[in-house]
Each structure stands twice: as C-alpha cells, then as structure tokens.
C-alpha cells in the first residue's frame, strides 16, 4: 500500500486532530505564561527546533521501526519483520508524522512556557521555602541531613561523577520515554501517559514549584542569609570538580547567573518538587503494565536520581519523596477522568499497531 494513496491526506489531519484537547491545554498554558516573560529569540528556536528534530526524528522513523523488527524476528525471521513493518510504516506515517510534530512542534512552545514560569517563580512568591524544607529534611532523617547519611559511601570524585553523568542522561531518558509513548498504538495507555506528563509539569513544576518557593541546597547560604549546612558538600563538590568539571556546578552557576540579572533570559531556579524524580517514577508507572523488568529499571533509575539529587546539592531529598508519592497519585486521577476503555480520538487503535514499542 503506498503512502500516497487516497485517504492518506484526510488521516493525517484526523491524527493532527487527535490530540486536540491536549494542544489546547498546553497552548494556553504557554499564553498564561507571556505576561511573565519574554520567550526566546527566534534563532533560539530554530537551533533548538533543528536539534530535537534531529533526536526525536531518529527515534520515531529509525529506532522504534527497527525496534519493532527486533521484536518481530524473534518469531518470523529478520527478512519478514523487516517486510511487515516497512508495511505497517506506509500505512501508518501520517499518524506517526502527527505524533512526531506534536513532540516537534507543541511540546516545544509548552515547553517555553514551563520555563516562563521557572523565571517567574521568585518573582511571584520569592523563595521562602529552603529553611522549612532543610528542617524537615533533617527531622525525618534522625536529625542529621541526608546528604550527611550518603557522604560517607558517595563522597569519592568517581562516583559523584558517575551519579552526576547519570543525572544528565536524565534528558535522554525522559525525552526517549516521552517518544515512544507519543508514538505508541496503545491508545488507551498513550492518552493516559501524555496527559500525566503534561499535567505533571503544570501541576508540579509550576503550581507546587510556586507555592514551596524554593532554591535548593546549593544555594541555601545566598537565598537565606542562614548558616549553611551544605557549605561542606559543596566544598567537596569543588574540589571533585577541580580534577574534571562536575556538569552539575557548571550548570548551578549559570542557573545563579540568570537568576541574578547577569545573563537573559533566566532559565529558572526551583528545587520543590523534583521534575527529575518525577519524569522515571511517571515512566515505571506508566511502563508496568507493559513490562515488570522495565518497570524496575525506570525505578532504579529514579532512586538513583533522587540520591544524586541531594549528593550534588540540587535538591533537599523531601523533594524528590513529593514527586514520589505525587506522579502516581496523578496517574490514578488521570486513568480514572479518562474512564476505562478510553481511546484517543480520530486514529483507530488497529492504525498505529506496533508502532512503537508496547
């Protein structure tokens, strides 16, 4: 069947169609967002645009296809799988164009707004949070600070490095998870996915992100004018970054920077709650049904995220315990709004079979 056969056309504007309601949400979050600030200049976008087309183009039109033809030849053979899903990929492109330029295009312009938002936050409700957050944070921990419990196992320059490449790949992660469910023929589980992650930003990254107003660990000492308990974390942190720069410093300081008038546009600062425990925790919520052992490993992930968090001085650790217990409770809300047996409109479950994986 070719691509260019009648109907393709009137399909790919049901599938643009299909996810209108969420469009809707995002874009007028990223217009209540305009008051707030400026969104960046027009070069930004293009250079920025052309890289996550590059990273989200080779994922949905190579990875996840030979993904499908990985799974396919453990029963048919290489040569038939290939032939099956160059098939299926005919058939399919426009829902799969349409869920590529809902990642390419409105995740972007959502994306801007959450970052709006993240500037705005001091601004709104300035920080007021980082000494009730470091006090808790020390109560439930026996009255020591966590960071102070995981320093004598974590405190050697290899494994802060590890834990700190390992909250960079954090982007990576979070931005495949986010393809593949885009993507996935699994309608019911994609709606339900794509509407906690969306959620999840608003609703944590923005709303709670506003009300516990707060800047983190590392820059406690500035934000609060207090004695700094995590004056000698992030002095180790320096000195393990004197061998080979910690990327978590670096971006701390430019983060400081924006923050303080020196660069623009700020990038944001906000340590309550963590979007970086979030996003894993969404995943091995949302990967469960399809499969245990990836479950686990996104699970895994989100632990050791949540400990790098506080080791290198980005979060007190009640904030990834927040997203912890918030994200599935978000799940449950969502699964239970969309009701059971809830498709996505306008692309047939049978349209985007083993599209991607799941």
Not at 193 to 211: G, M, N
Not at 298 to 309: H, K, N, P, R, T
Request: glycine residues 8%.
């Amino acid at each position: 069947m070719s691509g260019g056969e009648p109907g393709q056309p009137r399909r790919l504007r049901e599938a643009l169609r299909e996810d209108r309601a969420l469009i809707g949400v995002m874009s007028l979050y990223a217009l209540a967002a305009l008051p707030f600030g400026a969104f960046r200049p027009v070069g930004h976008w293009i250079a920025a645009t052309a890289v996550t087309a590059a990273i989200t183009g080779a994922a949905v039109w190579l990875y996840l296809p030979a993904w499908d033809v990985w799974r396919e030849s453990r029963r048919s053979g290489v040569r038939l799988a290939a032939r099956n899903v160059a098939r299926r990929l005919r058939r399919t492109w426009p829902e799969r164009l349409a869920r590529w330029l809902l990642i390419l295009v409105v995740l972007r312009v959502f994306f801007e707004g959450v970052r709006t938002f993240k500037s705005a936050i001091p601004l709104l409700h300035p920080f007021s949070w980082d000494a009730p957050l470091m006090e808790l944070d020390r109560v439930l921990h026996f009255g020591r600070h966590p960071w102070q419990w995981l320093h004598p196992m974590l405190g050697r320059p290899g494994i802060t490095r590890a834990l700190d490449w390992a909250y960079d790949a954090w982007y990576g992660v979070a931005l495949y998870g986010l393809v593949a469910f885009a993507c996935s023929g699994r309608n019911e589980l994609r709606a339900r996915f794509l509407w906690s992650f969306v959620l999840a930003w608003i609703l944590l990254a923005t709303v709670a992100a506003a009300i516990f107003s707060s800047a983190g660990p590392c820059y406690y000492g500035a934000v609060t004018g207090l004695a700094d308990p995590y004056a000698p974390l992030m002095t180790y942190l320096g000195q393990a970054s004197a061998e080979r720069p910690l990327h978590a410093l670096e971006t701390q300081a430019l983060l400081w920077a924006g923050y303080t008038g020196r660069i623009q546009p700020a990038l944001g600062i906000a340590a309550m709650p963590s979007l970086h425990v979030a996003m894993p925790v969404l995943l091995a919520t949302a990967t469960w049904s399809i499969s245990r052992a990836l479950s686990g490993a996104f699970a895994a992930y989100a632990a050791v995220i949540l400990v790098g968090s506080v080791h290198l001085g980005w979060h007190y650790a009640v904030d990834g315990y927040f997203s912890a217990l918030a994200v599935p409770l978000l799940w449950w809300a969502v699964g239970r709004a969309l009701g059971p047996g809830t498709r996505s409109r306008g692309v047939p479950a049978r349209a985007m079979d083993a599209a991607a994986p799941g």
